[in-house]
């Protein structure tokens, strides 16, 4: 397993766009994702498969603030989890599946890319720490996610958004699941 003192995890900014290239890619992850999957249309999305929507999430990072959250072992970069306010990914209200719980702001961590070779490792687990401590510092009360239910049935395309079984480990609840597979999970980030 990782040992979480063996990596740095520090937000996306635009100076570490290179390692981000890097990391996704020249394809940008999953098919040309380039985590822009919850922030178009499916017809923007898909029409921006690649370098469209390479170019697209760049332009977020260089408004900044961070998007997410990169992870380097001494070697580079190693992983990446995307997370920031429910607000900025306007197609988690359209799902039936993923559609707000409550009228609570909330940050989402929406998914991740683990380099091959640095799987099945721990690493999301420790990017999900990553995010709760980088969510504190900016404000947030909750953090949010929609996980896959491996347990409930296996899909290697559905991973990229984490299983619940990590989420659970990490402190977070599920708040609802309008589908056996997908849970939406929460976890509250303020100190009693």
Known sequence: MANPEDYDVVPLTPG???DFETLLGPKGARGGCWCMRW????TEFEAGHGDANRRAYQAI????PPPGLLAYDRAGPVGWCQVCPRKDLPVLGRSPLLKQVDDTPVWS??????RPGHRRQGLT????EGAKDYTRRRGAEILEAYPWDARQEKSNSTVYSGVASTFLRHGFDVVARRATRRPVMRLSLKTP
Request: with cysteine; charged share 20%.
């Open 16 to 18: 570490r766009w290179g």
């Open 39 to 42: 922030r178009q249309t499916r």
């Open 61 to 64: 990072v260089r408004a900044g």
């Open 109 to 114: 961590v929406s998914c991740f890319f683990i």
């Open 125 to 128: 687990g420790i990017l999900i």
